[in-house]
């Protein structure tokens, strides 16, 4: 079946130490997406990319990074993770090009991290 | 003052109920509007999508936009506990545009 997936579902790290989740997806898409949701903050755009090799900051880039270097793959890295409550980290996918009922952006089924 | 507003509930509502879910912008640039839907500790699925003022029926949703007012909904007739989810609105200003700007999201629940 065609979609995104994230791995680890669950993680858990000591505090200071760096983390990289998974994302892949087989749909084919151009551009790729990180986004971290909070409680009562909605989803926030960490990082974007259009293309392989190249990636843009979103809003709330600083602690991360992202590499692109195959079209199907997206990992993010969490550096010095710091200890805070559960984060949701959520990886998404899309054409570029005009949105609409063929275009769109499909998101993963998101990676929990938890820094202890 | 965020870009785009909306009530984080929790709404509980009976089942059989009309529902309402409602965002605000400030942004006259979005021009694009979507409503997604969210399960508990799933990735958010888009449910429906518009580019103008009007509604948009599919199904039991209907989404509504009103740009003069900077408002938009999402109606939910003859709701169902598997309407039991977080709703997540969002929006852009154009179709290059590639940061979509999201709501906080409402979490609703429906009773049986």
């Known amino acids: 079946d065609g979609g995104i997936t994230q791995s680890p579902k669950y993680l858990f790290r000591k505090e200071g130490q760096n983390v990289t989740l998974s994302c892949e997806q087989n749909?084919?898409?151009?551009?790729m997406y990180w986004y971290r949701q909070d409680p009562g903050q909605g989803l926030r755009l960490i990082y974007y990319s259009q293309i392989v090799n190249d990636f843009q900051k979103g809003d709330i880039a600083e602690g991360y990074s992202v590499s692109r270097e195959k079209k199907e793959s997206f990992p993010l890295t969490v550096t010095s993770a710091q200890k805070n409550p559960t984060v949701f980290y959520l990886c998404?996918?899309?054409?570029?090009?005009?949105?609409?009922?063929?275009?769109?952006?499909?998101f993963g089924e998101g990676s929990w991290l938890t820094v202890v | 003052q965020k870009e785009v507003e909306q009530d984080p509930g929790p709404l509980s509502v009976p089942e059989g109920a009309i529902v309402s879910l409602n965002c605000t912008y400030s942004?006259?640039?979005?021009?694009?509007f979507m409503w997604y839907r969210q399960y508990s500790r799933k990735g958010p699925e888009l449910l429906m999508y518009?580019?103008?003022?009007g509604n948009k029926e599919d199904g039991r949703f209907t989404a509504q936009v009103d740009k003069s007012s900077k408002y938009i909904s999402l109606f939910i007739r003859d709701s169902q506990p598997s309407d039991s989810a977080t709703y997540l609105c969002?929006?852009?200003?154009?179709?290059?545009?590639?940061?979509?700007?999201f709501g906080t999201g409402t979490r609703l629940t429906i009773i049986p």
């Open positions: 969002a929006m852009v200003p154009n179709f290059g545009n590639e940061k979509l700007t």
């Open positions: 749909l084919n898409h151009d551009a």
């Open positions: 998404a996918s899309r054409n570029l090009g005009p949105l609409g009922a063929g275009n769109t952006i499909y």
């Open positions: 942004n006259s640039a979005f021009q694009y």
């Open positions: 518009t580019y103008s003022s």
